[in-house]
């Protein structure tokens, strides 16, 4: 019995040896190919001044889709920095999901709401309609208040009184940069096949923000946000930078997308019955596209940020990283036929089977592998060998990689201005390596336990709201 | 060497492996190490670059102010830029040439003038984005004097390039360019049409002779026609009307229709009625919606019954445009009717009125 446990325990350490190995090369090589992307890309917008050409003619008009559901502290910065875009002809549609705070009525105070009448353009499936309402205030800006059925759900009501060509597919919470719109359009305008195009998300906890706008980036103070933000940037810069570049974009995030708005409702729309409505649509537009022989492109455009609150405390960050497992899992299974079928293209043949493998069962291995390997050094098994590899490859490789993302940060957009973030940034990507890479890891793999038992629901994610300063803080 | 050659030989499998694992390690290290250094020295060689800029732009900013105000200050500003600082000068007029028109502008390109001929043989440079760069800035600051150099650009291997060509020179308000723009529309086949007949739209009333031909052309691939159609529209050219009513009269492209009855609602005459109103029954949803626009532009009165019956199109966006034709052939009090009845569509007459301030 205990020879058959060892011999377990040593097959499990070579199978997670082997999981770091694929799962690192994976890294590396998406590294390699935005490291050649962004390079690429900078120097184009250097050599073309693409952003006076679009805000001056041609560019589309675009609906701002915001769903918002207890959004109280924060509803009406959000809208107003919305207000504030650089876009030749925008709309918004705030999208009031039966909230059970006072998000309708800040909403209806700070920019004088009142009912207005509009016809639905399609018919998305979403739950009912209470009422329209649009600012007196600024023409541009209506809200749908309707009964509470979730995010996804919020986002139909939204496409379905949408009438502009394309929809941008946003959070409540989210502060889009003022000129994100002309830059996350660009694709549309390049490639007619264009049908989705996502920009990076950035955390904003630490930053100094002013009438809707972050006017000086900082790292946050707290460890937990600023690991979050050595993620965000491994995984836009390094991971959806590369995956662009083989063509094969998988994920747009639901905080800031541009969709076609006719393709998304000829794909359906938003699945309700999935927590990763964002991973979601873009899996199911691929599988549209390809089954119906549509010609068609999904991009990420690397420079146009969406700011978003990140969780501090662990308990919402371990709901939030569960949640995110799971809509990982449920679109990955609803979508299998895609895996490995050629009929798919590089999405079904490369993009899927990592999702698939690495990162929807990489909890499940790697939370093995921890056991396994912990039980091999406690019996004074450990081959040291083997130990030097599994260092190798689960440490060392990934400090390089989490360095080489704060790499193409400074290569590309180098939003961190002092020197000294960028020190902090190098140090937490050998600090993430013991704590807080288990606890993600944990937080996963209860996502992905609870996804095979059929657990739904988002769990609550408490907002803080951002840190504003007054016009007269300046110099703050 | 043979040393080391007797040292890997002596040793076992296990060691060895044990060797390559160290010596992985310590070049991950390495890498990591060096990954940032250069992240710290493409930090600091952007400060030393940011630094220089914000020198020079400091030196000129207060005499370039008072050129634009003054051209006897012009001479001045020749005098404070350094013999290798001309393309920094150079891209700092660019900067400003974005922001101003007319004769701001054309201070700019005379400033500028002395400085371009270096670009020139950049425009055929091996890489792409220094040839986009090069005509970028000719098209911004060297016209006419360098259009040669800007239409041959018109023909680079990289659309981009083109792109940036076409845009330049149809900013130019001359008809000259007008016709190589046009036929080499095609080599931006993926461009959004939008943004095409926009930018061919920039050429102003002075292009939309050529606009016109290669819309009633029927050798042109639709998608152009369309393109130039709308271009049409967005200027809008008065003398397109019996073109557009032509197109729609014969043409069966859902694409090419839309546009030619989008130009005929804004420069078309009620004599083009009979052919808008066939399209009014198109099975596409698109076309019957923009005629339905252009017979409240140009119908008559005995057209009403046709608008109201289209506000019960299946289609929402053909209902909209129905109600919005009526609207624009003076409906207004029917708008109002409909929207206090009970009809399935009164929704759609309300927004239409709340649309015009009703």
């Known amino acids: ?476 | 060497m043979p040393d080391l050659a007797t040292f890997v030989a002596a040793l076992s499998v296990r060691d060895g492996a044990l060797w390559v694992l160290a010596l992985s390690v310590a070049a991950l290290v390495a890498l990591s190490l060096l990954f940032a250094m250069y992240t710290m020295l493409l930090r600091a060689g952007h400060e030393i670059r940011e630094a220089r800029w914000r020198r020079l732009t400091a030196r000129w900013q207060e005499p370039l102010l008072q050129a634009l105000m003054d051209p006897d200050a012009e001479a001045e500003i020749h005098r404070l830029v350094g013999p290798r600082e001309r393309l920094h000068f150079v891209q700092f007029a660019l900067e400003y040439a974005r922001r101003v028109i007319g004769a701001e502008r054309e201070t700019l390109q005379r400033l500028a003038r002395p400085y371009l001929a270096p670009l020139v043989p950049r425009t055929i440079h091996r890489h792409q984005e220094v040839r986009t760069r090069a005509v970028q800035t000719l098209g911004a600051l060297g016209l006419p004097e360098h259009a040669d150099a800007v239409t041959a650009a018109l023909d680079d291997p990289s659309p981009l390039v083109a792109m940036v060509a076409a845009t330049a020179l149809a900013r130019q308000d001359d008809a000259r360019y007008a016709d190589p723009i046009l036929r080499r529309l095609y080599r931006f086949d993926t461009w959004s049409p939008n943004f095409l007949a926009s930018m061919l739209a920039g050429m102003g009333p002075d292009g939309a002779e050529a606009l016109r031909e290669v819309m009633a052309d029927p050798t042109e691939p639709a998608r152009v026609r369309a393109i130039a159609a709308r271009a049409l529209a967005e200027l809008p050219d008065l003398q397109a009307g019996p073109a557009a009513a032509a197109v729609v009269e014969i043409e069966e492209d859902p694409d090419l229709l839309a546009s030619a009855l989008r130009l005929l609602t804004q420069v078309g005459f009620p004599q083009h009625a009979r052919y808008i109103r066939v399209r009014c029954a198109s099975p596409d949803a698109a076309v019957r919606s923009t005629a339905l626009r252009a017979l409240g532009a140009l119908g008559q009165e005995d057209d009403m019954p046709r608008l109201i019956g289209a506000m019960s199109d299946p289609s929402p966006w053909v209902a909209i445009s129905a109600a919005r034709g009526i609207h624009d052939a003076g409906g207004e009090q029917l708008l109002r009717d409909l929207a206090d009845s009970e009809h399935p569509r009164a929704v759609v007459a309300r927004q239409v009125l709340a649309e015009h301030g009703s």
């Open chain 1, 1 to 476: 019995m205990s020879e058959v446990f060892w011999t377990v325990v040593d097959v499990l350490n070579w199978v997670v040896l082997i999981y770091f190995v694929l799962l690192n090369g994976v890294y590396l090589s998406t590294s390699l190919f935005a490291f050649g992307a962004l390079r690429r890309y900078a120097n184009r917008m250097k050599s073309l001044d693409l952003d006076t050409l679009i805000a001056s003619a041609g560019a589309p008009p675009i609906t701002l889709v915001a769903p918002a559901f207890n959004e109280e502290p924060t509803c009406v910065e959000s809208v107003r920095s919305l207000l504030s875009l650089e876009y030749p002809e925008y709309e918004i549609i705030v999208v009031n999901d039966g909230s059970n705070d006072e998000t309708l009525a800040r909403l209806t105070e700070a920019f004088n709401l009142y009912p207005a009448a509009r016809l639905p353009m399609a018919s998305l499936p979403a739950q009912p309609v209470r009422q329209l309402l649009r600012s007196r205030r600024y023409r541009n800006l209506w809200v749908v208040d309707k009964e509470n059925g979730g995010k996804a759900d919020a986002l139909n009501a939204g496409i379905n009184f949408c009438r502009t060509p394309l929809f941008c597919a946003m959070d409540a919470d989210s502060l889009l940069e003022p000129d994100a719109l002309i830059r996350v359009v660009r694709p549309f305008l390049e490639d007619a096949r264009t049908v989705a195009a996502g920009g990076i998300l950035r955390i904003a906890n630490g930053c100094v923000i002013k009438q809707g706008r972050v006017v000086d980036v900082r790292l946050p103070k707290s460890l937990l946000a600023r690991f979050q933000v050595l993620e965000y940037l491994r995984a836009f810069l390094s991971g959806r930078m590369g995956w662009d570049a083989l063509d094969a974009t998988l994920v747009i995030s639901g905080a800031f997308g541009v969709f076609h708005r006719q393709t998304v409702v000829d794909a359906g729309g938003y699945a309700s019955d999935t927590v990763g409505e964002d991973m979601e649509l873009v899996v199911r537009i691929h599988r549209h596209c390809r089954e119906k022989e549509i010609p068609y492109r999904i991009h990420f455009v690397p420079d146009p940020v969406a700011w978003t609150e990140c969780p501090e405390s662990m308990r919402v960050l371990g709901r939030q990283r569960d949640r995110w497992q799971r809509g990982l899992f449920q679109s990955l299974t609803r979508h299998r036929v895609m895996l490995l079928n050629r009929r798919y293209g590089r999405a079904g043949l490369l993009a899927f089977p990592y999702f698939y493998f690495l990162e929807m069962w990489g909890p499940v291995i790697e939370a093995a592998g921890y056991v396994a390997f912990a039980a091999a050094i406690i019996a004074g098994r450990a081959d040291p060998l083997f130990v030097a590899a599994f260092l190798m490859v689960a440490v060392v490789l990934g400090v390089s990689l989490s360095i080489s993302a704060v790499a193409l940060e400074e290569l590309s957009f180098r939003r961190y201005p002092r020197a000294s973030d960028l020190i902090r940034l190098f140090i937490l990507g050998v600090a993430e390596n013991f704590g807080y890479r288990q606890a993600s890891t944990f937080w996963r793999l209860k996502g992905t336990i609870s996804a095979l038992r059929g657990v739904e629901g988002w769990g609550a994610m408490t907002r803080t709201g951002f840190t504003l300063v007054d016009d007269d803080d300046d110099d703050r």
